[in-house]
């Protein structure tokens, strides 16, 4: 399939590392950033106010690697990566759900902002009441500091 | 970026008209489904057990067109493809929260699966505690039946 992207990330972090660092002292919900939207895929943006959280499909274009476990932090057990947000997966395709501040003609204010500088945005898509499941489980997570 | 199928969806479903005509008398939440993982990425599957919900990312291979605009139903107004869940969108990426029933070897049975049968499953990811979204609004999807 074919897949280009519709727009790009900007946000403080420019390594893993420096995410690792800021979660430390910060909650991921506070982290600052924006989505910029390439201009010819703008008019696609119309309606997008009033959702107060949206989905962000995006490329982990820094990963090289294509790995079927993953070692979280905060948890030293090798883990099958289809149980983690490990960005080392058969493809490399992220997913986050931000929350939307504002919008200033092809930009998006938003904060949960989790993702590198210069990460290629793949789609947005409105978050809904469908995607709340307020009696989830959450299998080895729920043993770890999250 | 390079993207490879990791399984396949099995669904009652060989149409869009086929979800549209079960919706009018079923929730979406009972539908009921099979997500086949290839063997290979099988060894990616552990650790799965314990998780109640599934992001499941996937490929709209039915869909013919890379649309800005769509016209969900229960709505008749012409939306902005980003504030919208169609198929028809310029990367061809979709995402549903499915309710993860049962594992059986490379097989995950599922409800809430409103994908076509044939569906190519791009990735598998846990559904976490940061992804409940408890005080979200709904932007135009308020104002009509969902």
Redo the contacts between chains.
């Keep these: 399939?074919s897949?280009?992207p519709?727009g790009v990330i900007h946000s403080p972090f420019q390594s893993r590392e420096d995410i690792k660092k800021q979660r430390q002292t910060h909650e991921?919900?506070d982290f600052l950033g924006e989505l910029e939207?390439f201009k010819e895929?703008e008019?696609?943006?119309?309606?997008?106010?009033?959702?107060?959280?949206l989905?962000i499909?995006f490329?982990f274009?820094k990963s090289k690697q294509r790995n079927?476990?993953a070692h979280p932090p905060h948890d030293g057990k090798k883990?099958?990566?289809?149980?983690?947000?490990s960005p080392d997966?058969?493809?490399?395709?992220g997913?986050t759900?931000v929350?939307f501040l504002k919008r200033k003609g092809n930009t998006l204010k938003a904060s949960g902002i989790d993702m590198l500088e210069g990460t290629?945005i793949?789609?947005?898509?409105?978050?809904?009441?469908?995607?709340?499941?307020?009696?989830?489980?959450?299998?080895?997570?729920?043993q770890t500091k999250?």
Tied chains: 1, 2.
């Design positions: 399939m897949i280009r519709i991921v919900e939207i895929f008019p696609g943006l119309k309606d997008i106010d009033g959702f107060s959280h989905i499909i490329q274009h079927l476990f883990r099958g990566v289809f149980s983690t947000r997966r058969p493809n490399a395709i997913m759900i929350r290629p793949l789609d947005i898509k409105p978050y809904t009441q469908r995607d709340i499941k307020k009696k989830a489980s959450f299998g080895w997570l729920s999250k």
